[in-house]
């Protein structure tokens, strides 16, 4: 096998807050047991993308020109490849760096795609709108003009005398966007919204027995605020006992602070409501393509480019899972308000109840390793 070693790369990422150790592949824990044709698999979605210039739904920092020319590579070779061929590929094409950051450890979290009941019609079961895109949102990049705009802002509202912050979510319960047709479907409540929100996608039943998907479309631009944190330090849930279904179970329990505490984040996710779903595949993740269960990784996108690899290691005996820790090889896919950080990753578990109660107990320390592109990367 090629070894990889960092040496010959002929310079390593330099994430802001952290540094990049180089290592040799024999030195990433449970790298040679990895199923590396299942990480190829989920890498060359990317480089479909990639090779065909396919749009961002959330656009990160650019593609290292390496990762494209590796990528074009790998799109070359016949499929299915055989494990051996895909660790051969991937130790010959790109080199171990594990990012330390300054102050703290890496942390993993999880996500998944919940699938819950929902209509299409508001009725006295399913009375909690999900709301499109409204058409004065303007999604803000870096180097946009922002004018007096606070520069926390990711997002702002167009209007005839220029833009302005977008209503936060708040005023958007209290009606704020009401009246423009913008209701996709219907929820239980608003705290299942509020879930989907923070997953960032969900497949919904319908009465008929059809499905459909809700999909990302885009934020108002206020700062993500955890409200499981919010709950931590008011005493309500104990931080050994916070997990995704016992928020939940609170919020329900407490219909008339629910608001309060969900108002404290002021960030508000739309989606759109795709008709025509095909169930084998998960939803689109930040880079625009389909997310793959166990494979897929939401990373910080001002720091990390989508599709690159990235090793990670966390002991996660905690879990529901007969695993006792995760050793593989992930591939930037997706991305998070609150995924910030250089070595911040959400784990992408799938779709459903079991995958649901991982995400929500995965809450680990993490090592956190970018396997960085050989070649001109500049």
């Known amino acids: 096998m090629a070894q990889g070693l960092a040496a010959t790369v002929l ?4 994430p802001p807050g952290a540094r990049a150790v180089p290592l040799t592949f024999e030195a ?5 047991a990895d199923d590396h044709a299942a990480a190829f698999s989920a890498f060359l979605i990317s480089c479909r993308a990639m090779a065909a210039d396919a749009p961002a739904l959330r656009p990160a920092v650019a593609a290292l020109p390496a990762l494209k020319a590796i990528c074009l590579k790998a799109l070359a070779l016949p499929t299915p490849i055989a494990a051996g061929a895909a660790r051969t590929f991937f130790e010959s094409h790109f080199a171990p760096f594990r990012v330390e950051p300054d102050t703290g450890s890496g942390f993993l979290t999880g996500y998944f795609e919940p699938v819950i009941a929902g209509a ?3 009725s006295a079961r399913f009375s909690a709108p999900v709301l499109g895109r409204p058409d004065d949102l303007v999604t803000l990049q870096p180097g946009d003009a922002r004018g007096a705009l606070d520069p926390a802002l990711a997002a702002a509202r167009r209007t005839a005398t220029g833009l302005e912050p977008y209503p936060d979510r708040a005023a958007i319960l209290a009606g704020a966007l009401a ?4 209701e996709q479907l219907y929820l239980r409540d608003e705290a299942e919204v509020f ?3 923070v997953q960032g996608s969900a497949r919904v039943r ?9 999909a990302y479309a885009g934020r108002n631009g206020h700062p993500y605020s955890s409200i499981g944190r919010i709950l931590i330090e008011e005493g309500r849930i104990p931080r050994e006992d916070m997990s995704l279904e016992r928020l939940m179970g609170w919020l329900r329990a407490n219909p008339a602070d629910a608001r309060r505490v969900m108002t404290a984040n002021r960030s508000y996710v739309f989606f759109r409501r795709e008709d025509r779903i095909d169930p084998a595949l998960g939803p689109t993740g930040g880079a625009g393509v389909p997310l793959t269960p166990g494979r897929s990784l939401a990373v910080d996108r001002g720091i990390w480019p989508y599709g690159l690899p990235v090793f990670i290691a966390s002991d996660i005996a905690t879990l529901p899972t007969d695993e006792g820790a995760l050793r593989r090889t992930m591939i930037a896919q997706d991305t998070g308000s609150a995924i910030v950080g250089p070595a911040r990753a959400d784990y992408f578990w799938g779709s459903g ?3 649901g109660q991982r995400a929500g107990v995965t809450r680990h320390a993490l090592d956190f ?3 960085w592109p050989r070649g001109k990367n500049r």
């Open 369 to 371: 390793t970018v396997l």
């Open 353 to 355: 109840e079991v995958a």
């Open 11 to 14: 310079a390593g990422p330099s």
């Open 195 to 197: 879930i989907v929100q």
């Open 206 to 214: 319908l009465a008929d027995g059809g499905e459909v998907r809700l």
């Open 28 to 32: 990433l824990p449970g790298w040679a």
């Open 179 to 182: 009246g423009r047709g913008l």
């Open 120 to 122: 299409l019609q508001p």
